[in-house]
């Protein structure tokens, strides 16, 4: 099955940098669709940035445009979030997940609702 790990969470001053990891495994022959994702106390899970494993699509949450990238290496096995001029309102619990892409959903998409396999969260905190 999927497996998912995140690691590089922790604590950074606003205006400060972090880069998240998520190493993958238990892909089949298929394209993977990876997101990161972050909840944040009283608040729905929402999409921050994701990306497509065929040719390199990104998405991004309007909120961190700008200031995060998400790149991968399949190679690797890894997905990393770079995450700049960090703010106190990104503080989260940040998940990767994936999701398989198939003739009947061949676009990207960073809802969380449609991605199926998650790691275990790691959590980023900014303040002062």
């Known amino acids: 099955q999927v497996n998912l790990v995140e690691s590089g969470g922790g604590l950074v001053q606003p205006g400060g940098s972090l880069r998240l990891s998520c190493i993958f495994s238990?892909?089949?022959?298929?394209?993977?669709?990876i997101g990161w994702f972050r909840q944040a106390p009283g608040k729905e899970r929402e999409g921050v940035a994701c990306?497509?494993?065929?040719?390199?699509?990104?998405s991004y949450g309007n909120s961190v445009k700008g200031r995060f990238t998400i790149s991968r290496n399949n190679a690797r096995n890894t997905v990393t979030l770079q995450m700049n001029r960090l703010k106190v309102e990104d503080t989260a619990v940040y998940y990767c997940?994936?999701?398989?892409?198939?003739?009947?959903?061949?676009?990207?998409?960073?809802?969380?609702?449609?991605?199926?396999?998650w790691g275990q969260g790691t959590q980023v905190t900014i303040s002062s």
């Open positions: 997940a994936a999701r398989k892409v198939s003739m009947f959903n061949l676009w990207l998409s960073c809802s969380p609702d449609v991605y199926p396999s």
């Open positions: 238990g892909f089949t022959e298929g394209l993977y669709d």
């Open positions: 990306i497509s494993s065929d040719d390199g699509t990104t």
